[in-house]
């Protein structure tokens, strides 16, 4: 029998016990009635009485006869001398003690008991919400933590890949923790903290458990947000709780996750209420870092993706001291990732790995084995017998665009619009040198409001761009209205994606990377901060009005270039234009195969049309994430 049978079953134990005691005590009520004593002196003169038993106050007895149903009788004695009346009547008495010191107390300690049992229920129930582990009340206080032990987390670096800068960085960690000895023998020491920043998906805390299992030592896993209670000082206690159990363990690791939740940057004034606990926590956390001794074999990592809003004094030298940077992986590290998830599904002989990792740039490690198992399902719901290259463009297209709409209907004249609209884009992109070629073109409608999408996929890893492939760039993405503009006559609302995007390179251009010969060469809008970023609060400006309006037309010059490109690509080959149109209404989809023989008439553009100067912006992944272009007209 296990531990919650033998639970369940006390529970049933205590329940009819507690049942029968409260029939037989009811029973007993419903059997004696209490008469007054005339009424017994009464019933003792006409033998009515059986049994008495006679206490100093009462008198408890049986009838000879049941008096109106009730069996036994209760009266207060009145009469201190009754012996000789009941001997008259021949009625058989005994005398009954009464201890008031046990009554007494009796009366207080079964209430007392009682209560107690209630709120020793009540605690280990809210211990086991808050604390865990139901180990009373006062464990909320105790730390959260995960412990894995040497033999418990099973990873290790062979388990991660893709990574290798970050994992040479960690490995001298394992080394320390195997020989500390050995490390410090030139009076070297190792880093207290490490803290491991990247974007989401990357493996950070992979990285993690794989240095505790190549270490063999004890590893703690806890998240920032567990500190964080509804009680005051819970943080800070169970930030000590962390550290005295890691001392008891070391050498060990320990492992914050999501650090920013608990290490956030505190206020320039005194915080109240919950920012006020934070505080706190993140300053016991800073007593703890700066009083452990770095040879005692305790390493503290720390993973985020978001070190811009982390407190300063969390991340100076003695603290975490080391930042590793977990980035995107390229195209050689996506190969690597590949290898290690492609082993859990049965892939085609035929499907090779570098041809996966080029139509996968920019994903992270999440992403890409979120795609294996993408395509595992998709050769499943078609039946197949292995996963072929087929199933992971249709998981990429899934992954990126999002489910097939093929219920939402769109009227003849809808159709034609989008089918020119996304021709218009990948003509524009076939027209120019120095464009990611076009792998795919459908109007078949996908996700929240896209009708129709073209995607390019880049034949390499780029970080850099010119001024020249930005204009490009924008070129495409104005294709589709354009298009629309030079068959119909007329502007849907189907490019307002483009026109974001377009609007968003042109300002970039002009405030961040200076390609505007007007405007100098100053940036005029710094950099997003975030390390995802995402947007973040209004920015003071740093330039007077007529700067601002200077950008304004240098931004409209820009986008109305590009439109203008994009019209002159799409004029010369208007007649190819209309058949690839007729010819994508037919099919709804086309491949990169039927896209080469209509691409292979393609009239280019003249070279009358390039920029003059060129230059090259820097770290280029702020402008789209994923290289993966979709370029698609919105409902």
């Not at 080394?175 to 000895?181: C, D, R, S, T, V």
């Not at 964080?228 to 996750?257: S, T």
């Not at 159709?415 to 464009?435: I, P, S």
Request: net charge negative.
């Amino acid at each position: 029998m296990n531990r919650s049978a033998r639970f369940n079953f006390a529970y049933f134990l205590v329940a009819v016990t507690t049942l029968l005691l409260v029939q037989n005590c009811w029973n007993q009520l419903l059997s004696v009635g209490p008469i007054p004593y005339s009424e017994f002196k009464r019933l003792l003169q006409q033998n009515q009485i059986k049994e008495v038993f006679i206490t100093d106050n009462r008198i408890q007895g049986e009838f000879v006869v049941p008096e109106q149903g009730k069996r036994y009788f209760m009266t207060t004695r009145v009469e201190p001398d009754l012996a000789q009346d009941l001997d008259t009547h021949g009625v058989r008495y005994t005398g009954q003690a009464e201890d008031p010191v046990l009554a007494t107390l009796f009366s207080w300690l079964l209430p007392l008991l009682l209560l107690g049992a209630f709120w020793f229920f009540f605690m280990r129930r809210l211990s086991e919400r808050l604390g865990g582990g139901g180990a009373g009340f006062l464990s909320i206080g105790k730390s959260k933590a995960k412990v894995y032990m040497e033999t418990d987390t099973k990873v290790t670096f062979a388990d991660v890949a893709g990574v290798d800068e970050a994992k040479s960085e960690l490995e001298e960690i394992v080394f320390f923790l195997k020989n500390p000895e050995e490390y410090g023998r030139l009076g070297a020491r190792m880093p207290k903290g490490v803290l491991l920043v990247g974007p989401p998906g990357t493996g950070k805390t992979l990285l993690a458990r794989a240095i505790a299992g190549e270490a063999v030592v004890p590893f703690f896993s806890i998240s920032g947000s567990e500190f964080v209670e509804m009680f005051v000082g819970v943080g800070a206690a169970r930030v000590r709780d962390l550290f005295d159990q890691a001392r008891q363990k070391a050498p060990c690791i320990i492992f914050i996750d999501e650090l920013d939740a608990l290490g956030r940057a505190r206020a320039a004034r005194g915080g109240m209420g919950g920012h006020d606990e934070k505080e706190q926590t993140l300053n016991q956390l800073l007593v703890e870092l700066d009083g452990f001794d770095a040879t005692s074999g305790i390493v503290l990592l720390g993973a985020t993706n978001r070190p811009e809003i982390l407190d300063p004094a969390l991340l100076r030298a003695g603290r975490f001291d080391r930042q590793v940077l977990v980035d995107r992986p390229d195209r050689r590290e996506r190969i690597a990732i590949l290898a290690v998830h492609i082993k859990k599904i049965r892939a085609a002989p035929e499907v090779k790995l570098d041809d996966v990792a080029g139509l996968t740039p920019g994903f992270t490690g999440a992403d890409l084995e979120n795609l294996v198992n993408e395509a595992a399902l998709a050769a499943t719901r078609r039946n197949a017998s292995a996963v072929e290259i087929e199933d992971f463009n249709t998981a990429i297209e899934r992954i990126i665009a999002g489910l097939e709409k093929k219920n939402r209907i769109l009227n003849p004249k809808e159709r034609q619009v989008v089918a020119h609209h996304e021709m218009g884009h990948a003509l524009v992109a076939a027209a120019q040198a120095g464009t990611d070629p076009v792998h795919k073109v459908s109007i078949i409608p996908r996700g929240i409001g896209a009708l129709g999408y073209t995607i390019q996929r880049p034949t390499d890893d780029r970080y850099l761009m010119t001024r020249s492939e930005l204009e490009a760039k924008m070129a495409v993405l104005m294709g589709g209205r354009a298009a629309e503009h030079l068959i119909f006559g007329h502007l849907s609302t189907g490019a307002a994606d483009d026109l974001g995007k377009t609007a968003g390179i042109a300002r970039s251009m002009a405030t961040r990377y200076a390609m505007v010969p007007a405007l100098g060469h100053v940036a005029y809008d710094k950099e997003d901060s975030t390390f995802l970023g995402l947007e973040g609060p209004p920015r003071r400006r740093d330039y007077s009005e007529e700067t601002a309006r200077e950008i304004d037309c240098a931004v409209k010059e820009i986008v109305d270039a590009a439109f203008e490109r994009a019209r002159s690509i799409l004029k010369k080959n208007r007649n190819l234009l209309a058949e690839s149109a007729v010819l994508l209404l037919e099919k709804e989809t086309l491949d990169s195969s039927e896209l080469e023989k209509l691409f292979s008439r393609i009239v280019p553009q003249g070279d009358e049309t390039a920029p003059a100067e060129t230059m090259t912006t820097g770290l280029n992944q702020g402008l789209d994430g994923p290289e993966t272009l979709m370029n698609g007209i919105q409902s």
